[in-house]
């Protein structure tokens, strides 16, 4: 997927990564965020590793979800299956 006049967007995100700082990605709906983001995360999946969640959900089920993609130790924690059953 290419992304016309996007280049700006994603060299500016690309050094942010670089240089570890946070980035948080807003707009209107239907602008492009989500797949400009999947977009970088495809071509630099070797670098860095994206987790998608929905921040609509419960703070407990975002965190579950988080982790579940970070920590394999989280996936089969007592904890862990206790609060997504």
Not at 16 to 33: D, H, P, S
């Amino acid at each position: 997927m290419y992304f016309y006049g996007r280049e700006k967007e994603i060299s500016k995100i690309k050094r942010a990564l670089e240089k570890r700082e946070n980035i948080v990605i807003t707009g209107k709906y239907g602008i492009g965020r989500t797949s400009l983001i999947k977009y970088l995360a495809d071509i630099t999946s070797k670098k860095w590793q994206f987790i998608f969640t929905d921040f609509s959900k419960t703070p407990s089920s975002v965190c579950n979800e988080i982790l579940w993609n970070i920590s394999p130790k989280w996936r089969d924690s007592p904890y862990q299956k206790k609060h997504t059953s």
